[in-house]
């Protein structure tokens, strides 16, 4: 089992940055242990955001390189999102995710919008 839980979204310009910070109950600096990030606007399907794997190496969706960064704190066990020069349609619930081997796990989620 692993609670996941996030924190750091809210309100931010065009333009504007925020860091999404998820904190694992779990080790995550464990052999086959992937962090992610997921977003889903409304009336659309979870979309993969950033992936960053045990040694450090991510992916990222094409909409959002360039623009954010996945890191991970493993003293912590904690991965973040920084999002730099948000856009209205970065607008979503964000989630953490993280898989160990063939388990995967969720947090609840954390609003992100993006409005002048």
């Known amino acids: 089992q692993a609670q996941l839980v996030e924190s750091g979204g809210g309100l931010a310009q065009p333009g504007g940055s925020l860091r999404l910070s998820c904190s694992c109950s779990?080790?995550?600096?464990?052999?086959?242990?992937?962090m992610a990030w997921y977003r889903q606007a409304p009336g659309k399907s979870r979309d993969l955001v950033a992936e960053?794997?045990?040694?450090?190496?991510?992916d990222y969706a094409d909409s959002v390189k360039g623009r954010f960064t996945i890191s991970k704190d493993n003293a912590k066990n904690t991965v973040y999102l920084q999002m730099n020069d948000l856009i209205p349609e970065d607008t979503a619930v964000y989630y953490c995710n993280a898989r160990f081997g063939s388990s995967s796990y969720w947090g609840q989620g954390t609003q992100v919008t993006v409005s002048s």
């Open positions: 960053i794997r045990r040694l450090g190496s991510t």
């Open positions: 779990r080790i995550i600096d464990s052999f086959g242990t992937v």
